[in-house]
């Protein structure tokens, strides 16, 4: 069960990176596969610093909502930044290691949803 305050900072994720024009981003349903979160959000970047700036502003956002990460890795490299705010787990990728780790693929079982399910 997705409780109300993952989809909650799943939207504000998705806006912030929205924001910072992510390219392809996927909402992956988890929740009915494993326990480590309910949602991933899976993101790209052209560059180093839009990789790092969507992070960023993913950060920012989230916190202005009261959400703090858990732990935030790759920032420095900026090749792959995972974000863990324990229900939501944000993946935001420049466009090779994305092709590279396929994490779609690896998560196929979680159910891929539409912006437009988190809302209400």
Do not use: P
Not at 20 to 48: C, E
Not at 80 to 103: A, G, V
């Amino acid at each position: 069960m997705v409780l109300k305050n993952s989809k909650e900072m799943a939207n504000i994720a998705i806006a912030a990176l929205e924001e910072k024009k992510a390219k392809d981003v996927k909402i992956l349903d988890i929740s009915d596969v494993s326990v480590l979160a309910d949602y991933f959000i899976i993101a790209s970047g052209s560059n180093r610093n839009q990789v790092q700036a969507m992070a960023d502003e993913v950060q920012e956002r989230l916190c202005e909502a009261g959400y703090e990460s858990k732990q935030v890795e790759g920032y420095q490299t900026a090749n792959w930044i995972l974000m863990d705010y324990q229900d939501l787990i944000i993946h935001i990728f420049d466009e090779e290691n994305r092709l590279f780790y396929d994490l779609e693929r690896i998560w196929r079982d979680g159910k891929l949803v539409e912006k437009t399910d988190l809302e209400g």
